[in-house]
T-cell receptor, first 111, second 113 residues
Framework: QKEVEQDPGPLSVPEGAIVSLNCTYS??????FMWYRQYSRKGPELLMY????GNKEDGRFTAQVDKSSKYISLFIRDSQPSDSATYLC???????????FGGGTRVLVKP | DTGVSQDPRHKITKRGQNVTFRCDPI?????LYWYRQTLGQGPEFLTY????????KSRLLSDRFSAERPKGSFSTLEIQRTEQGDSAMYLC???????????FGPGTRLTVT
């Protein structure tokens, strides 16, 4: 079983809808939780990260972490066709550590 | 600052050949990471450097793989005697001292025929 699990999708939504993404993990040592966006044949782009449990908002993006359930989420409001990409969750145990990724969820936002 | 750069962007090679990739991290970032990503999967950690010291290697990094960061700036990843299973995207990332945010380059896509 992988340390970080993520539904591969694809997740198809109409433009303007809320996109809801999530990951589960097994290692309670993870402390920092990241979300990356990756367009086809490009490198991952960091969207935001959260330390420990709680919520964080950045523009249309909201990240949530529930360490008691080992469950993290990313919500994208007012989705746009340009949000169509693969979204990767990743986590680390401490600053400077290697990232452990989920498998990614492919998102399609239809005009 | 132009971000993390990688060269080449795409490499096609025949099985058994050696290949070398280069990564230039964001200046002043002292940690540099290599990851490998196969189609439909998330990136997997290969190795990382703090300055010129290689501090950790994954079990994925067989003895055919070697990485260097001789002056603590750019890094190279060499694969000897390539196999078809080596076909993947090789990603480089860097982070500043004490930082959390790893910034990725565009990747080098390797195709072994």
């Amino acid at each position: 079983q992988k340390e970080v699990e993520q539904d591969p999708g694809p997740l198809s939504v109409p433009e303007g809808a809320i996109v809801s993404l999530n990951c589960t993990y097994s290692n309670s040592a993870f402390q920092y939780f990241m979300w990356y966006r990756q367009y086809s044949r490009k490198g991952p782009e960091l969207l935001m990260y959260t330390y420990s449990s709680g919520n964080k908002e950045d523009g249309r993006f909201t990240a949530q972490v529930d360490k008691s359930s080992k469950y993290i989420s990313l919500f994208i409001r007012d989705s746009q066709p340009s949000d169509s990409a693969t979204y990767l969750c990743a986590m680390i145990k401490a600053a400077g550590n290697k990232l452990t990724f989920g498998g990614g969820t492919r998102v399609l936002v239809k005009p | 600052d132009t971000g993390v750069s990688q060269d080449p962007r795409h490499k096609i090679t025949k099985r058994g050949q050696n290949v070398t990739f280069r990564c230039d991290p964001i200046s002043e970032h002292n940690r540099l990471y290599w990851y490998r990503q196969t189609l439909g999967q998330g990136p997997e950690f290969l190795t990382y450097f703090q300055n010129e010291a290689q501090l950790e290697k994954s079990r994925l990094l067989s003895d055919r793989f070697s990485a260097e960061r001789p002056k603590g700036s750019f890094s190279t990843l060499e694969i000897q005697r390539t196999e078809q299973g080596d076909s993947a995207m090789y990603l480089c990332a860097s982070v500043q001292a004490g930082g959390v945010e790893q910034y990725f380059g565009p990747g080098t896509r390797l195709t072994v025929t």
